[in-house]
């Protein structure tokens, strides 16, 4: 049944959420609060907001600004079709958890995480007890996540530096469609926030700002 009504969610999607002149809106996005001790609320002041002024703005969408803050095993999950998470630490799942983090992804839903840098070894075991069968894969430049109403034709823009890494975007892909698509070494959502919180430039804001739109429109229209 969860994964039903959800399906029946994500085909109403593109009538829902791309119909400009809507005065109610109609979806939410959801901001993931998830135990171990990482600080999941790290950005949780302006970043997600943010994003979603700026899909509503560029993409014509009507969702609503106020983000919903759910856990992974919350039943609530399943009215939420976009869900963000990020954080510097420990994550970790329990069975239900994870199960119904499951559910939610296989029947339409969408994750994005967002490494703030520490999260990577902790968010790779918690997401391989979500899917045991999956591993994450790096996708190539030429993915169509790349290619929505922005272009990065070299993959993920450096919003802030740590390693002197490479940004790299790794997806998780359930019979052929991308569930779970993780930014590493990128720090897509510090972008996202206000620009004077980490005194970015309005160039390296906006380069946050579109590739998340592109994570978005990719997410509701593949």
């Known amino acids: 049944m969860k994964q039903l009504l959800i399906l029946l969610l994500i085909a109403l999607l593109p009538l829902m959420s791309f119909a400009p002149g809507q005065q109610e809106s109609t979806i939410r996005f959801g901001l993931l609060k998830y135990k171990g001790g990482g ?31 759910v856990e992974p095993g919350d039943p609530e999950i399943f009215n939420l ?14 069975k239900q958890e994870a199960e119904n983090l499951r559910d939610y992804l296989i029947g339409g839903g969408f994750l994005h995480i967002d490494d703030n ?4 070894p902790y968010i790779r075991k918690a997401m391989k007890n979500v ?32 390693d002197k890494k490479p940004p790299q975007g790794f997806g998780l892909i359930h019979q052929g469609k991308l569930v779970c698509f993780y930014t590493y070494e990128c720090d897509l959502g510090d972008g996202w926030e206000n620009p004077a919180v980490h005194n970015d430039p309005e160039r390296v804001h906006q ?5 998340g739109a592109n994570i978005v429109q990719f997410a509701f229209t593949q």
Do not use: R
């Open 39 to 69: 600080d999941w609320y790290s950005n949780k002041e302006t970043s997600l907001p943010n994003l979603i002024n700026f899909c509503n703005e560029q993409l014509n969408m009507n969702i609503d600004v106020q983000q919903k803050i």
């Open 81 to 94: 079709p976009f869900i963000h998470m990020t954080g510097h630490g420990n994550v970790v799942f329990s």
């Open 207 to 211: 380069q946050a700002l579109q590739m």
């Open 131 to 162: 899917f045991p069968e999956h591993s994450f894969v790096e996708l190539p430049f030429s993915h169509a996540i790349y290619k929505q109403k922005f272009s990065f034709p070299t993959g993920l823009p450096k919003i802030h530096e740590h």
């Open 117 to 120: 840098y520490g999260m990577d």
